[in-house]
Structure formats: C-alpha cells, structure tokens
C-alpha cells in the first residue's frame, strides 16, 4: 500500500474508533432490527398520530407521551422495565401489557416491532 | 480602554479557570470530606442571614398556651427526633452520617428567635437535609413545633424521657380543598412532592430524570397514564391514588391531599 493511502487508512480508523466513544446510555445491540426500516415503518403504523417520534415525518402527535429519549426511559407503559426486549413486547401487545391502556394493539409483527425499537433505540 | 480591556480579560480568564477546576471535579463532593474552617464559616453566616431577613416579618403569635406545646411534643416525636435527636436521644443512625449535620436543637432554640425557626421549619434549608414542611404541615402545627422548641431547652433528659413515654398521636386532617385550583402553587407542590425525581417538568428546575415520561405537552395528553381520560378530575385522582388506577405502576402514592393534587393538576393544565 503506498504511503498516502495507508495514512488515510490510519486516520480513517482512527476517526472511528474516537466516534465509538461517542453516545453513552443504551442502545440496542447491532442487528437487533433495521433502524432505518423501523423509521419507515413507524410512519407507516400512524405511531405518529399519538407520538411525537423525532425523525419521523409528521409524527407529531401529543394524545401519548414524546418518544425522544426512549432509550434513557426505566419504564415503559409505567410497569415494564425499559430493554429492547420489553419494547417489542410492548409494541407487539400493549393491551396485554396494561389492559385499558389507551395505545392499542395494532397487528404490528415481532420482526416489524424489533425494527421500530432500533430506530427509537437511537434517539436520544 | 485598555484598562477595561484588561479587566474583561482577566474577569474571562478567571471564569474559565474556574470552569475547568468545575468540569475537572476536583472539588470533592463527599459527606465525608469537611468544609474547611472559612468556607463553614461562609455559608453559616450566609444562612444565618438569610433566615434572619426573611423572617424580621413574621409575626408570631402566642406560644406559651400548654395545649400548643403538646401538639409541638407529637409533631417532633414524628417529624424531628430521627435527624434531630432530642434530650439524652441520639438522631438515627442514617443522619449521623449527613453533611452538614442536623443541629442540636436545644441550642438552636436557645439562640434563634421564635419566628427564625418557624421560617426554617416552614420553608427548609437548600442543599441541607433539612426539608420544608411548608406541604406537610398545617399552620398552627408549625407553630406548636416552635412553641415546644422553646420550652425543649428548659427540659433535662429525663424530663424528656417522662414527656416521650405518653402515647402520641397524628392529626391528619386534609386542608380544606374549596379554595379555587391555583397553578403556581401547584408548580411548588410539584416541586415539594418530587415528582422531578422521575419526569422532566417544563417550568422546574430539576435533574430531567427520565424514569417515567416527560411531562410537556400534559394538557394535550388523550390519556393521563394512558389509563383514564384527561379530564381535572381524572389528573387528581391519579395523582392521589396512581396504585388504586395502574395496580403494576412504578409511579408510588404519595400522600397527596386534595387541594395539592388540583393546583399540580392546574399547573399540568398548563403545560401545551
């Protein structure tokens, strides 16, 4: 490799190694779901007509709480405590979570829900 | 000019020392590391002060009725023994380790006038352990507490011994609830049940602890804890009793009366 390109290859690597420090708190792990299809899709669910979901388009919605920050949240629904995991289920099946509860069970897959949770995951 | 100059350099220059020395967290926080002499001194006096201004204007009513100390006897035995001690009683083991330590008040009644320790019963001391009773305390119990304050100094340990022997009792009685729904008390109320300890709160000065949902946007919610309509009524219930609403909820009851659970309600109200 001549000399030019190995030192853009060392500042290239070096430059990602100081981003990964970046961003503490939690976040799903890698591959948990499509971050980027999970924004699509919850556009797609109308999540937005109850939440305000940053990144989403026209997920403006204020009859739910915000869902900037979710990550740092202890509990979601009031009673699960926050992971990725419990995430899914909540979206999955609220109502069984908290019956009564004002979000309601919208047929959303576990495929679909771990790739919403990869994208809510991701903000801050 | 280049007087001035040189001054707003060395005040910019000043600022960010001190900055950095803050962001380096070289100040160490513990209880267990003490003041030095001066800086006690400092904040003391500072205290001292600012009691003694904000109470020069209260006016105190009569303290010597025996039927007002004994109601201060029950209010202390409940409220201030544990951080306090009393007579020949040491404080629980939980407050012999705070910084700064809660006073002996026998010599605080010595030497503090009656209204002084009303304000501080009444209001609290920031960035002490000493709380507000302001919402947990009708009116005449804080002064039954600062009428039996005055005579605690005249009571040697085994006369306090006799006195604490009797059973007590508590006077729970609510405040009266029929004042119209006042938003900034309600702001305080919110403030003095710490509820900022688990939702950020526009309009309150708190640590943002996301342990349960922010709080903006609360007038225009569809659902207060996505349970019951959002309606007045329904804020003040959940307020009260969340456990009676959402068995499973991590958010606890906290003994909210009435009249507080409208005015927070009031000034949620407010919150678009």
């Known amino acids: 490799m001549k000399p030019e390109a190995l030192c853009r290859r060392l500042v290239g690597l070096a430059a990602m190694a100081l ?22 899709l919850l556009r797609q669910f109308g999540c937005g007509h109850c939440h305000r979901i940053p990144g989403v388009a026209t997920a403006d919605g204020k009859a739910g709480p915000p869902l900037e920050g979710l990550s740092r949240r202890s509990y979601l629904g009031g009673r699960l405590p926050n992971s990725p995991e419990h995430a899914v289920r909540w979206i999955v099946a609220p109502q ?14 576990e ?14 | 000019m280049k007087k001035i100059v040189a001054v707003a350099g060395a005040l910019a220059a000043l600022a960010a020392g001190a900055a950095a020395v803050l962001w380096a967290g070289v100040y160490d926080i513990s209880a267990t590391d003490q003041h030095l002499a001066p800086t006690y001194k400092l904040l003391d006096v500072g205290m001292r002060r600012s009691i003694v201004r904000r109470a020069a204007a209260i006016a105190v009513p009569p303290l010597a009725d025996e039927r007002l100390v ?29 910084t700064p330590v809660p ?74 609830a029929d004042a119209p729904p006042d938003a900034d008390r309600g702001r305080v109320a919110i403030e003095q049940h710490a509820c900022v300890t688990c939702h950020r709160i526009p309009g309150i000065v708190g640590p943002d602890s996301p342990v349960g949902p922010p709080l903006e946007g609360m007038a225009e919610r569809a659902a207060i804890a996505g349970l019951l309509p959002n309606t007045p009524e329904n804020l003040v219930r959940w307020l009260r009793e969340p456990q009676q609403v959402h068995p499973a909820s991590a958010m606890p009851d906290l003994g909210v009366d009435e009249r507080d659970a409208r005015d927070m309600a009031a000034y949620l109200a407010t919150l678009r």
């Open chain 1, 19 to 40: 981003l990964a420090g970046c961003g503490a708190g939690a976040q799903a792990p890698p591959a948990f779901g499509d971050a980027d299809n999970g924004r699509l």
């Open chain 1, 96 to 109: 069984g979570v908290k019956p009564g509860s004002a979000m309601p069970d919208l047929g959303v897959t």
């Open chain 1, 111 to 124: 495929t679909h829900a771990r790739d919403m949770v990869a994208y809510l995951y991701t903000l801050r």
């Open chain 2, 70 to 98: 004994a109601r201060g006897l029950v209010q202390f035995r409940a409220h201030c023994v544990a951080c306090h001690g009393a007579p020949g009683v040491a404080p629980e083991p939980f407050a012999l380790g705070m």
């Open chain 2, 103 to 176: 006073a002996n008040l026998v010599h605080t009644a010595r030497t503090w006038q009656p209204a002084e320790l009303y304000w501080v019963v009444k209001y609290g001391l920031k960035m002490t352990g000493m709380p507000a009773w302001q919402f947990r305390m009708p009116e005449d119990d804080l002064w039954a507490v600062v009428a039996f304050l005055q005579r605690l100094p005249r009571l040697s340990p085994s006369d306090y011994r006799v006195l604490a022997a009797a059973p007590s009792h508590r006077d729970d009685e609510s405040p009266p």
